[in-house]
């Protein structure tokens, strides 16, 4: 997870973050938390350059990973993004590749767009027999033509994967940001209580001391009173329960 965070520029504070993202991908698809971390560091580095979201990579992830498994997942994401970062490294047959397909080189290789709509735009190379192989070579063939097989058709496609994490991944922020309101209503309250006892006191102490200082000598009298005379307690002690008896 070190690796993940470093790759991301994310801090301690940012731990959970991540592990719910990652959660998240393992909620909605077969490869756990620490084989996604593990392949994210595979290929991380050049999604960060590439301007794709740690959301995208984990669905970029748990879609291949379901048809390829994991081995060698993480290498093939790495050339794709690679490969349609920029075009200084394009030859004459990558060129030859995007032209057969018409796709738009400009907005495929530009990072500020969304990876979605670009991938969607490369898409394109599917449609024409020879130009997967002359754009994306022997290293990137495979992975690549199965996140297009997978790309939005089917149960378990990338942009199904990634509208699931995001959702869900929304639902346990809110989920934590809720809770930690709560935490904090309830902390508030208690304070709140606190407080109000305190007011309480400081208000009825001075009453109650008043009223004690006040009954003090009278119980203290009444005592004495009832100690000299203590034949005369009895009879109107007995005197008052048969009249009660009585009705």
């Known amino acids: 997870l070190t690796g993940v965070m470093n790759i991301y520029g994310k801090t301690a504070n940012d731990a959970y973050n991540i592990v719910d993202k990652l959660s998240a991908g393992e909620t909605v698809g077969s490869v756990s938390i620490q084989q996604s971390a593990d392949i994210l560091k595979q290929f991380g580095a050049q999604a960060v350059r590439a301007n794709v979201p740690i959301e995208e990579s984990i669905a970029l992830i748990q879609t291949l990973t379901k048809s390829l498994g994991v081995e060698g997942v993480g290498r093939g ?3 794709i ?4 970062s920029s075009t200084e490294t394009w030859d004459k047959k990558r060129w030859k590749a995007i032209k057969m ?16 709509d670009r991938l969607r735009e490369l898409k394109k190379l599917t449609s024409v ?28 496609n990338f ?9 869900l991944n929304d639902a346990q922020e809110k989920a934590a940001k809720n809770n ?30 008043d009223f004690v200082n006040y009954m003090m000598p009278i119980i203290a009298s009444t005592t004495a009173w009832i100690k000299e005379n ?18």
Do not use: C
């Open 180 to 209: 930690a309101t709560m935490d904090k209503k309830l902390k508030d309250l208690k304070n709140t209580i606190i407080l109000m006892a305190i007011k309480i006191g400081d208000v009825m102490l001075p009453i109650l001391t």
């Open 77 to 79: 994401l790495r050339n």
């Open 159 to 167: 942009i199904s994967f990634l509208d699931k994490i995001q959702k």
């Open 101 to 116: 397909a018409g796709v738009d080189f400009k907005f495929v290789t530009n990072n500020a767009n969304k990876l979605t």
């Open 230 to 247: 203590k034949s005369l307690v009895k009879i109107i002690f007995w005197g008052t329960v048969s009249l009660l008896a009585l009705g």
């Open 129 to 156: 027999k020879g130009a997967m192989e002359l754009f994306f070579k022997r290293t990137g063939t495979v992975a690549a033509n199965t996140l297009f097989q997978n790309f939005d058709k089917g149960e378990s």
């Open 81 to 84: 993004l690679f490969d349609i």
